[in-house]
């Protein structure tokens, strides 16, 4: 009897060491499963980075350019103060020397009427 209560006990210790060996097979099977995802993960978190960094860079370039932008229009527009005052002036000019012009005139008139 003694040695059926041991084939018994061997046949139960097999049964769960092969369900133990199974199990093992499984949670083998996830773990490869979860490094597998992880590391895609870990690709997709690295392309996204990249494409950051490029947009950080394109960002970076769009402002510079729009301050080199900015800069050349208040140039331009210091150009153009400049321009209108330079033409105020000579507007002034012109008229002075229009005004000198008709006394002149005036002046000859005068002098030939005598």
């Known amino acids: 009897a003694a040695a059926g209560d041991v084939s018994g006990q ?35 978190a690295a392309e996204r980075a990249a494409e950051l960094a490029a947009a950080q860079q394109q960002a970076a370039e769009a402002k510079a ?13 210091a150009e153009a103060a400049s321009s209108a005052t330079d033409a105020s002036q000579a507007m002034d000019e012109a008229e002075r020397a229009l005004a000198e012009l008709q006394e002149a005139r005036a002046e000859l008139s005068a002098s030939e009427e005598v």
Not at 22 to 37: F, Y
């Open 65 to 77: 350019q729009a301050e080199a932008a900015v800069s050349r229009a208040e140039t331009a527009e």
């Open 10 to 44: 061997l046949s139960a210790l097999k049964e769960e060491a092969a369900a133990a060996a199974a199990r093992a097979e499984e949670l083998a099977a996830e773990v490869s499963r979860l490094t597998s995802a992880g590391d895609k993960l870990r690709a997709e």
